[in-house]
Structures are given as C-alpha cells and as structure tokens.
C-alpha cells in the first residue's frame, strides 16, 4: 500500500516499512506527523505579535482615549491600553495544536503525550478554515511545512 503512494512525500517509506509489519495504516500516518511535530518544537515554535486590548492599572502601551472615557470615567486609576504582546498564538500553532490533540486522541501509542507540553500556551483552533487562511507562508517557516501538510 505505502509503494501505492507515489510522490507523496509526507510518509518516509524507511521507517514505515519497518514499523508497517505490525503497525495499521492509520498508525504509520500518525507516527510520521509526531515526528515531523517532534523536530518543530526541537526547532522551536515561532512566537508572533498579538494586539491586545485591556483595562489596566498601570499605562503600557497605546491609550484609548475613546474608550478610557468610556469605561474610566469614575475609575481613574485604570487606563484601557492597546499593546503588542509576543506570544505563541498564532495561526499555524493553533492548527498544529488541534491536530496533535486530535491525533494523539487516535494513536494507539501513549509515548508522545509530552509533544503537548510546547502547545500549552496556545489555545486550540475555534475556526479551522479560517486559520489555515490566515496561514502565513514567511522566511523563517520552512520547518513548519511537514506538520502542517
């Protein structure tokens, strides 16, 4: 069945063939993308800037006049900001994150449960399509490729 694949370049038929004897074909796919996710994170995981709006007792950031009106009239002590913060969230790490739960939801194996821990500031994916548009394709994220196919 793995020779029936072809070019398809997301299965390395050397170590499938030596696991394929008594591994199922579901198990050998989800093997290959927990070793691709294996060497992303040896690679490290790419942080990128969130936007974030709050209502905070100290000023960080851009003010929001409008809104520090709106809401801190009476509470002058606070300031409702708008700042950059650089975090794990992103798109491409909250698909990656869903996949692995998903997959490690599937897998017969309970040895990669420790694949998780990198994604633990990243939260699940609410809007699948919508994350896979957003998807950037930037220098620095060739490691990303094999995962995320």
Do not use: W
């Not at 390395?12 to 994170?41: T, Y």
């Not at 851009?62 to 009106?69: D, R």
């Not at 040895?111 to 220098?139: C, H, K, T, W, Y």
Request: hydrophobic residues 40%.
């Amino acid at each position: 069945m793995l020779r029936a694949l072809g070019d398809f370049r997301h299965i390395q038929l050397q170590d499938a063939l030596i696991a394929s004897q008594k591994m199922p074909l579901l198990e050998i796919f989800i093997s290959q993308f927990l070793v691709s996710v294996n060497h992303l994170i040896k690679r490290g995981l790419r942080s990128d800037y969130v936007r974030t709006e709050d209502n905070l007792f100290f000023m960080k950031g851009k003010l929001l006049t409008s809104q520090q009106l709106k809401h801190n009239l009476v509470n002058q002590h606070r300031f409702y900001v708008a700042y950059d913060e650089y975090r794990l969230d992103r798109p491409v790490n909250r698909l990656l994150h869903t996949a692995l739960n998903k997959v490690l939801k599937l897998s017969q194996s309970q040895g990669n449960r420790e694949l998780m821990q990198p994604f633990s500031e990243v939260p699940l994916s609410q809007s699948i399509r919508q994350d896979f548009a957003m998807v950037q394709r930037s220098r620095g994220m060739d490691h990303y490729q094999s995962p995320l196919s």
